[in-house]
């Protein structure tokens, strides 16, 4: 007890009541002063009072305030309040800013010198609307009944109209009130429920704000401003409203079926539009229709016989003639049935036009009577009549030689292949944008059969097996095989490599069939038995991906040709594959349409987005008509060579 500084002695003891501070000091290296010590007990206290001894429970305590550092407790009780207990120079080291405590009340470091625009004056007041208090430029909470004089004189002037208002509509409110929420009002207004939703529709009256800032306002239909597009919304409005709850009619409902089902290929067909249409008509070019002998123009010229194919074919080197004529591009081309002397060219344009491939190659007829563009074009077995498909969802039966429309087909969708029964002219099969495949009766107009197992627009309709099986394919990268007049698929062809087939030609020998793969390939599948795909038959190094680029393959079925999305034209040799030749063909455009005369052995026709059908032959000078003077000759020795040598034609025996 004695280190304690002589705690329960009578007061004479020889312990030195200062060595507490000195230690202190040595411990801090600060001196004491006579201020920070305490004076002797004697002095502080009046003589009349002696000291008592400290019960023993205070010793504790004592040893407590001995580190800080320790003073008699008899002497700090009888120091007066305004006495400094601590040293002062500070105990320890002193703490970093960041653990500093902000003294309370302040705001945080804000810009004494902020000059609020519009946006920050809205912004604080709809703050101090929702809360009741907010922070002037100086970081002090005000409230609302000091206005805006804390946020610059401009800004005070400008909106001192709109904060009034808003005092006026919501009162004063207090200041740093509780935050609760706004009263919006009630939810049926005076008027009764049945003029709320007459003014409303469903949803309750506004608010009191909201009544504030539209109260007074005038729109343009009141003030008879409207301008067309608005007046155009109006209408169609007013319209809406009318038709709901009425019942729709059948061909309402027919327009409704057809935009669902033609939703996902919207981008590839024109809009449904009420009441277009166009009358068909045709106009004959040529000189007469009948010659001398009695013979139409639609008839063969003498010496060209269906069947003579020839048994060596060539691959084209030059352009021996050009068709001109349509006003948009050319998307297909076909030849007559058998002897190719005549030449349809659908086109975008909607108008299908004839043309002489012998002699001298010249426009006959134009067949017009569509509204959009041309899709497909088929002749029927005899070619004296055909079929043309347009995007205007209409199939319309031409004859040939005189122009007259024989018949009118349609189911309200966008036909996209054309394919007539090769055992009965009286048939024919279109593959629809509504997933189906559809067969028509040209005497009675009706449908007599649907195929539709296709998840997606069916794309091209072969007969294969002389008109006994039916290959279809469809943008569900999907190839079906049906059974003639049979509404069930027999064969079912899906692959987890396939690609979308949209064009598709038969091989001539019958038993295979060439599709183009959207894959930037020639794919060949079997025409017969299994329908199998011949893996070692692909033809590729042309980009048709995105294109229906028709293949063609010559009479000898040696060679096979294609055009691409870059105007050019390719050719392959059927065995191996390798490719022989290619070739800048059309501009501005790809080259969509290729096909070999059934006859002879290097024309090859082509048409593209340009608007231009071509002609393709090995020879500087055309085949011309009169065959039979030639018949069994081969090319002239300048145009026959073996493959690889410059400059000249590829030919391949069958």
């Not at 006495?83 to 500070?90: E, F, G, R």
């Not at 469903?202 to 800032?213: F, I, L, Q, S």
């Not at 229709?289 to 016989?305: I, K, S």
């Not at 190659?361 to 079929?387: K, P, Q």
Request: charged share 25%; glycine share 10%.
């Amino acid at each position: 007890m004695e280190a304690l500084g002589g705690y329960g002695s009578s007061g004479s003891s020889s312990v030195d009541s200062d060595a507490p501070h000195r230690a202190a000091a040595a411990l801090y290296g600060t001196t004491p002063s006579a201020a920070a010590v305490p004076a002797p007990v004697s002095a502080a206290l009046p003589s009349s009072v002696s000291p008592s001894p400290p019960p023993a429970a205070a010793l504790p305590v004592c040893s407590v305030l001995v580190a800080a550092p320790a003073i008699p407790l008899s002497s700090a009780l009888a120091l007066p309040s305004s006495t400094k207990l601590l040293p002062s120079a500070p105990l320890g080291p002193e703490l970093p800013s960041r653990l500093r405590k902000r003294p309370a009340g302040t705001a945080g470091d804000i810009d004494r010198d902020v000059t609020y625009d519009d946006a920050a004056f809205g912004l604080h007041r709809k703050a101090m609307l929702r809360k009741g208090t907010g922070l002037d430029t100086e970081g002090n909470e005000v409230d609302l009944n000091d206005g805006v004089r804390f946020w610059g004189k401009d800004t005070a002037e400008r909106h001192a109209e709109r904060l009034a208002e808003a005092e006026d509509a919501f009162g004063v409110v207090p200041a740093r009130r509780r935050r609760r929420r706004q009263d919006t009002g009630h939810l049926v207004s005076a008027a009764g429920v049945a003029a709320d939703g007459a003014a409303y529709g469903v949803w309750g009256p506004p608010d009191a704000e909201t009544r504030v800032w539209t109260e007074g306002t005038v729109t343009d239909a009141a003030a008879g401003v409207m301008t067309a597009e608005q007046t155009a919304e109006k209408e169609h409005v007013e319209a809406s409203r009318a038709r709901r709850g009425r019942e729709k009619d059948e061909e309402e409902l027919e327009d409704d079926d057809a935009r669902l089902a033609e939703r996902r290929v919207a981008h590839l067909m024109p809009p449904l539009r009420a009441g277009e249409k166009r009358e068909p008509t045709s106009e004959f070019h040529g000189g007469a229709a009948v010659d001398y002998q009695g013979r139409d123009w639609t008839d063969a010229p003498p010496g060209v016989r269906a069947g003579d194919a020839p048994g060596e074919c060539y691959v084209p080197k030059k352009c021996a003639h050009r068709f001109t004529g349509h006003a948009k591009g050319v998307h297909v081309v076909r030849l007559y049935p058998g002897t190719g002397h005549l030449l349809l060219s659908g086109g975008l344009d909607g108008e299908v036009r004839c043309w002489r491939t012998y002699g001298d190659r010249r426009l006959m007829r134009t067949y017009m009577g569509h509204a959009a563009g041309v899709r497909d074009v088929a002749f029927d077995n005899s070619g004296t009549r055909f079929a043309s498909a347009s995007f205007d969802r209409t199939i319309r039966l031409w004859d040939t030689s005189s122009g007259a429309v024989l018949g009118t087909f349609g189911n309200r969708k966008v036909p996209y292949a054309l394919a007539f029964y090769p055992r009965d002219d009286d048939y024919f099969v279109v593959g629809c944008s509504d997933n189906r495949a559809i067969t028509y009766r040209i005497s009675t107009g009706e449908i007599t059969q649907e195929y539709n197992h296709h998840l997606a627009p069916v794309n091209t309709v072969t007969f294969t097996e002389g008109g006994n099986r039916l290959v279809t394919t469809s943008d569900d990268k999907k190839v079906l095989v049906w059974e003639w007049d049979v509404g069930a698929p027999i064969k079912y062809i899906s692959e987890p490599g396939m690609h979308t087939i949209p064009a598709v030609t038969l091989h001539p020998n019958g038993r295979f069939w060439l599709g183009t793969s959207l894959d930037n390939a020639i794919v060949v599948y079997a025409a017969e038995d299994k329908y199998n795909v011949q893996r070692k038959k692909r033809f590729r190094g042309h980009q048709v991906a995105g294109y229906a680029c028709q293949p063609a393959v010559s009479p000898n079925g040696r060679l096979v040709g294609s055009g691409d999305g870059n105007g050019r034209v390719f050719f392959w040799d059927w065995n191996s594959g390798k490719m022989y030749r290619k070739f800048q063909a059309h501009d501005r455009g790809p080259t969509i349409g290729c096909v070999w005369h059934p006859l002879e052995p290097s024309v090859v026709f082509t048409c593209g987005w340009d608007g231009v059908i071509k002609i393709g032959s090995s020879s500087g000078e055309a085949d011309t008509p009169g065959r039979e003077e030639n018949d069994g000759a081969t090319a002239p020795p300048s145009a026959v060579h073996t493959p690889g040598r410059p400059g000249g034609a590829i030919r391949c025996r069958a």
